[in-house]
């Protein structure tokens, strides 16, 4: 791939939403993997039928929709059912990752993903930024978010890799157990260095 990609990381409660959003603010070209793991397993996609006929039909809503939440509670509390549905959607999802981040328009590129560094992801990228902060505040923040019990959100951290592993990977670090105005200044900078890099990142290809 020839444009400069920023794969933007880390557990969930972090941040990477918030963070991500103020790059796109900026105009930066966002490939989001959540949401084409949504897309793909919409009604009349394939990897739709596949699931409703492991699982059953029960876990359709009535609109034909699926149940997200009774997957996740599946999939994070049977090792065997979360490695099915990962072969089942990972490659499908790499597909669409992969079309999206050809038609960036923009200087670099950020794929957002929550597995990037668990999947092969991490290959289309040339800079891994992880959005860190303390597991107990990935907890409580989640737990109050989605509204989870604490059992259910230390299941889906156990199933990422740990903070350790994520910053241990890391090109750049973005702290966000502090107040806004931070967060705020952490990107301006790192803007600024993902800028100079796709510069230079152009000039050798």
Same mark, same amino acid.
Request: hydrophobic share 45%; charged share 30%; net charge neutral.
């Given at each position: 791939m020839s444009r400069y990609i920023v794969g933007l990381t880390g557990g969930i409660g972090s941040g990477k939403t918030t963070v991500a959003n103020l790059f796109g603010a900026k105009g930066?070209?966002?490939?989001?993997?959540?949401?084409?793991?949504r897309e793909i397993v919409e009604p009349g996609q394939p990897a739709l039928e596949a699931i409703a006929e492991r699982f059953g039909t029960d876990i359709l809503a009535n609109d034909g929709s699926l149940?997200?939440? @009774? &997957?996740? $509670?599946?999939?994070f509390t049977d090792p065997q059912q979360r490695i099915w549905l990962e072969q089942l959607t990972h490659p499908l999802i790499r597909r669409r990752i992969l079309d @999206? &981040?050809? $038609?960036?328009?923009?200087s670099y590129a950020m794929l957002v993903s929550?597995?990037?560094?668990?999947t092969n992801q991490r290959q289309l990228c040339n800079h891994i930024l992880v959005v860190d902060l303390p597991e107990s505040l990935q907890l409580e923040r989640t737990a109050r978010r989605d509204n989870n019990s604490l059992e259910q959100v230390k299941a889906i951290m156990k199933a990422q890799t740990s903070r350790a592993?994520?910053?241990?990977?890391?090109?750049?670090?973005?702290?966000n157990s502090q107040q806004p105005d931070s967060l705020n200044k952490q990107v301006d900078d790192l803007h600024q260095q993902f800028l100079s890099l796709a510069t230079a990142h152009n000039e050798t290809r």
């Open positions: 930066i070209d966002l490939v989001d993997a959540d949401i084409v793991a149940r997200r939440a @009774q &997957l996740r $509670q599946i999939v @999206q &981040l050809n $038609q960036a328009q923009s929550p597995l990037l560094l668990e592993n994520r910053l241990k990977q890391a090109d750049s670090r973005i702290d």
